[in-house]
């Protein structure tokens, strides 16, 4: 009997964080740090315990840089400089200061389980909530204070870390520490932020793991080559004039291969275009640096000449030409991809990983009954995630779940671990990719990065400056020194990060803080060339505010049984109800629509929304209630997973609470949030946006550019009467 081939499967972790160092050389935000301590060395000891899994790493250099500027320039963030104080010369700004971001984690995971910690966390945001921030501050001791700035950096510390016997005894200590505490626990960060580059080349240079990397500050290739492009993905609205330059581009590329050489030894086989981002401009650009590979995702091979062909051969390796040059494409499985970033962090471990197995298992059948078990050879299942910010949505930071998982794959005779490279050494078939469609992995086009207002405003601001320090160059106003200096703003304000917080699609706690790191780097070109900064860059790029929705205020209190079926027809009657044929969605052609009307109305502790279909809804949506106002979070409604989770801005990737489910998805879908659970108070408006997603990708917003506004209810809303002028308002 022939001998049963495995599936081949390549993951790749992407590690990659914004240039936080302002032009004053301090790091605004702590991050890079928390996930070097946090993240990449768990991460990396897990593997090593498991030396027949094969991985890929990609190290974007802007990270790599902060990297190396802590552990060869002593590089400090804002967090280290407040944290180092002793808490007895702490000033009141700086206490302020401590207690506004030091609770800046997931509270599931990094603040409840230490005893300490979650009592200062409890003494802030419940107890003291309702008093002014100066006698919030007066409530908190010098050992509160010195407390609290060793827990905020002790929890950012893995699992697999906290082994080192100086690290175990403060997590023991847990609380009344000393400054002798906080000097030891920074020596003992310092050194796992030495240890990390080493491991990586180490395991690198054996075989276990491939290094890759991407263009140094992360943009979007296709836009800097031509912003027009975004208007073939999606009919999005131009900037005009266009950035145009390819130039950038290359330099970026170039640059970000150059880094890692020098820091690594040796180039890179293989490239991650930045959020998989590219266009056939984009891939000529690279081929031309002599790499072997690179990986964008699905979605793009979806759009391609080889849309109709079976499903099977998105797992094949496809080649691009480019005269005499050659680059292998991967494709990305989205699914799998982004069921390890957003969903396997809420199952039970041995759940999650049987789940991956056995979806991995289905894909090998499928293979070999399109190609036979020869053709496995020729087949490699992509699995690209995000390698920092999901674990903190995980117990025990993932560990658990990577162990497990390896030891799964290690076990199995079918499924095999590879290298991108390895796979590639073996040369399986690659048919020729005959045409390029232009995307990226979200939604297969760039309408996070250009798609909006405050997107197009920062574009601009980018050209303007560029155009700037251009004309001053070729006039000889500028030292090359200078003129070296003024370009590296330039290339970091090009990142793909600040276009990622502007507009409505994502926020954080610190959405000010980006708005304020991008236009700085912009003025300090100004200020390099000696010339005065435009008065424009001053003035935020992010709103501040939110149009408002016209619509029907609910006109009294409604009891609905939660049952997704329509009970009684009297049973909404008095919610405020959104018809999208009735409003600017209706611009949106019906077919493309999911949402036919949203209800909204409330009792004295529940605000209650029903949505009614066009057609019956799919199991697999996701529906997502976006708060705009008075505060920003999402209430993702899963009715797969059976969970309702609640994440406010807190980290980048922001935190997550698992709320009582209270919906229920059948021809309708109806749910019950309490006005605690929203943390809103009778008076405030509510705004907010209904969203429905589908593994991860965005299908509706409704409304699309506005919000819809509810003004909480007190305990005297029904003996009120609203007059009929009054129930519609602008």
């Known amino acids: 009997m022939p001998r049963s081939k495995p599936l081949n499967i390549a993951f790749l972790w992407h590690y990659h964080q914004p240039y936080y160092k302002n032009t004053h050389g301090v790091y605004q935000m702590p991050w ?64 302020k200061a401590i207690l506004n971001s030091f609770f800046l984690a997931n509270e599931a995971y990094l603040i409840k389980p230490f005893p300490r910690y979650f009592a200062l966390f409890k003494k802030y945001t419940v107890d003291l909530k309702n008093l002014p921030a100066r006698k919030r501050v007066s409530q908190f001791s010098e050992q509160d204070f010195r407390d609290l700035q060793v827990w905020y950096n002790l929890t950012w510390i893995g699992a697999a870390s906290r082994d080192r016997e100086k690290i175990q005894a403060l997590f023991q200590k847990g609380e009344n520490f000393s400054e002798a505490d906080k000097t030891v626990l920074f020596e003992e960060i310092r050194n796992m932020m030495l240890a990390l580059i080493p491991m990586y080349k180490s395991m690198w240079e054996s075989g276990q793991i491939e290094l890759t990397t991407s263009p140094f500050y992360h943009p979007i290739l296709p836009l800097l080559i031509d912003t027009n492009i975004a208007n073939i993905t999606d009919s999005t609205e131009l900037l005009h004039p266009p950035f145009q330059h390819p130039e950038d581009a290359l330099a970026q590329i170039k640059r970000g291969l150059n880094f890692f050489k020098k820091h690594f030894g040796k180039k890179p086989n293989g490239l991650w275009p930045p959020e998989g981002a590219i266009s056939a401009d984009t891939l000529k650009l690279i081929a031309r640096q002599r790499l072997n590979w690179i990986v964008t995702d699905s979605a793009i091979f979806t759009k391609s000449t080889f849309a109709n062909s079976p499903h099977h051969k998105v797992y094949q390796p ?77 117990p025990n930071n993932g560990h658990d779940f990577l162990a497990r998982l390896y030891q799964r794959l290690s076990e199995s005779p079918l499924l095999k671990t590879r290298t991108f490279s390895e796979f590639l050494d073996k040369q399986p078939e690659a048919p020729v990719l005959e045409t390029v469609p232009p995307g990226s992995r979200i939604q297969g086009n760039f309408n996070i990065w250009i798609g909006g207002n405050e997107d197009r405003k920062a574009w601009a601001f980018l050209k303007q400056t560029r155009d700037f320090l251009t004309e001053r160059e070729q006039k000889g106003y500028l030292t090359r020194h200078t003129s070296a200096k003024a370009w590296e703003q330039i290339y970091i304000a090009e990142g793909s990060d600040w276009c990622w917080w502007y ?67 009297h049973e909404w009657a008095g919610a405020a109800v959104f018809d999208t044929d009735k409003t600017g969605q209706a611009a949106v052609p019906q077919s493309e629509r999911i949402i036919s009307k949203l209800h909204v109305g409330f ?27 008075p505060h920003t979070f999402n209430l993702v409604i899963s009715p797969l997973r059976g969970v309702i989770e609640k994440m406010a801005p807190g980290t980048r990737s922001t935190e997550r609470v698992v709320l009582t489910p209270k919906f229920k998805l059948g021809h309708i879908c109806e749910t019950g949030i309490s006005f605690e659970n929203l943390a809103l108070d009778p008076g405030e408006t509510f705004g907010f946006q209904m969203i429905i997603k589908q593994f991860g990708q965005t299908l509706e917003t409704f409304p699309h550019a506005q919000v819809i506004e509810i003004e909480v209810p007190d305990e005297n809303f029904e003996e009120r009467s609203w007059p009929a002028d009054l129930k519609r308002e602008k």
């Open 603 to 629: 009792d004295q502790d529940y605000f209650y929304f029903r949505l009614d279909f066009f057609e019956k809804p799919d199991p697999f949506y996701e529906f997502v209630i976006a708060a705009k106002l």
């Open 318 to 394: 496809h080649l691009f030409k480019s005269g005499r040059q050659k680059l292998h494409i991967f494709f990305r499985d989205h699914h799998l991809s982004d069921a390890i970033s957003f969903v396997y962090g809420n199952w039970e471990t041995e759940d999650a990983v049987e789940d991956l197995i056995s979806r991995l298992h289905t894909l090998r059948g499928e293979i070999i009954a399109q190609t036979g078990q020869k053709g496995l050879a020729n087949h490699i299942v992509s699995i690209v995630c995000d390698g920092e910010n999901c674990w903190e949505y995980y």
């Open 503 to 569: 507009g409505d699609e994502h926020s954080s706690s610190q959405d000010m803080e980006f708005d304020q790191l991008f236009r700085e780097h912009l003025m300090r070109v100004y200020e390099l060339a000696g010339e005065e900064i435009p008065g424009a860059l001053y003035k935020t790029i992010k709103r501040t505010h939110f149009d408002r929705f016209a619509a029907i205020r609910p006109l009294n209190f409604i009891h609905p049984q939660i049952s997704g079926e329509i009970e009684h027809i």
């Open 32 to 95: 890079v740090r928390f996930h070097a301590t946090k993240d990449y060395l768990d991460v990396i000891k897990t593997l090593h315990a498991f030396p027949e899994i094969k991985q890929t790493f990609n190290f974007v250099p802007s990270l790599l840089s902060q990297l190396l500027d802590y552990t060869q320039r002593d590089a400090r963030d804002t967090v280290w400089q407040l944290s180092e104080i002793p808490a007895k010369k702490l000033n009141v700004s700086q206490k």
